[in-house]
């Protein structure tokens, strides 16, 4: 039995389909997320290369399209991450491998390039190996202890169940 006398196959139920549930919302929350860090990069970009914001327009509508293309993806990815199991350890890994992708793929590879951009890939790996170690540490506790058998004489769902009884054993006697 769960908490408050209900079993647990209703808990695991209701947890289960509200992280179905949880999706639509994260998908929306992640575009709209998104969207707000692509134009707000923009807004603050500008000024502070004292450009006007017109000049960086073009720009801003594509970031602006990728936003509300790849934001619900992410964030119904991001809702997972509660999740037990594989599902929420895939959802906790997204976002460490794809600043790992981003990182190493898309490396500037300008002729100014400085010592900074290398100390900000190597931030940005050791974060995401952070994430990752994190992630997947939850992941093995989470199993490990899912594992664990029962100590003897610990009462476990099946002892605390009152025995069935049929209504024909009240007849019987």
Excluded at 25 to 40: D, F, K, Q, R, W
Excluded at 59 to 80: C, D, N, R, T
Excluded at 127 to 145: I, K, P, Q, Y
Aim: aromatic share 2%; charged share 15%; glycine share 12%.
């Amino acid at each position: 039995m769960g908490r408050a006398g209900r079993p647990d196959g209703l808990v695991r139920g209701v947890a289960r389909r509200g992280a179905e549930r949880a999706a639509p919302i994260g998908a929306a929350c992640g575009a709209l997320a998104l969207l707000g860090a692509s134009v707000g990069y923009f807004c603050a970009d500008a000024p502070l290369r004292r450009e006007p914001l017109s000049s960086h327009l073009v720009e801003m509508v594509v970031w602006s399209i990728a936003s509300l293309v790849l934001g619900p993806l992410l964030g119904a990815i991001g809702s997972q991450v509660v999740r037990k199991g594989l599902i929420g350890m895939f959802a906790g890994l997204a976002v460490p491998a794809g600043a790992v992708a981003q990182t190493l793929l898309l490396r500037v590879s300008e002729p100014g390039r400085t010592g900074a951009h290398t100390t900000a890939e190597a931030i940005v790996c050791v974060a995401a190996a952070a994430v990752a170690v994190f992630v997947l540490a939850r992941t093995l506790r989470a199993r490990r202890l899912m594992d664990v058998p029962p100590e003897p004489g610990a009462r476990t769902p099946t002892a605390e169940a009152p025995i069935a009884r049929s209504v024909m054993d009240d007849h019987l006697g």
